[in-house]
């Protein structure tokens, strides 16, 4: 019981896998997306990037961390009215 007592006031992390791809002209910096996802309460963990598409676009893919799963939707929100975002996707990890 005790366990269960300190296990319900601990905060729990939750993980999604994260990617986001723009026009290649038309990247963010590394430095404004991890501004972005620190803006939506999101913590990126192994950042990769590069180009793909024959070149023409830019893509980023990390795994993110967030203690309010509320900020995943924040992150679709925000990159869903950014006009230059080609593509984006957001998948909880549920281990």
Known sequence: MCFRLVESRMRSEFYAHFHVR???DAALS???LRALL???GSEPSGM???LVGDGRWFEFRTLIKTLDKSSLQR???KLTAMTFVCEFGITPRSD
Do not use: H
């Open 22 to 24: 723009f026009a290649r």
């Open 30 to 32: 590394e430095g404004e």
């Open 38 to 40: 620190a803006e939506c």
């Open 48 to 50: 990769s990037y590069g």
């Open 75 to 77: 992150l679709a929100e």
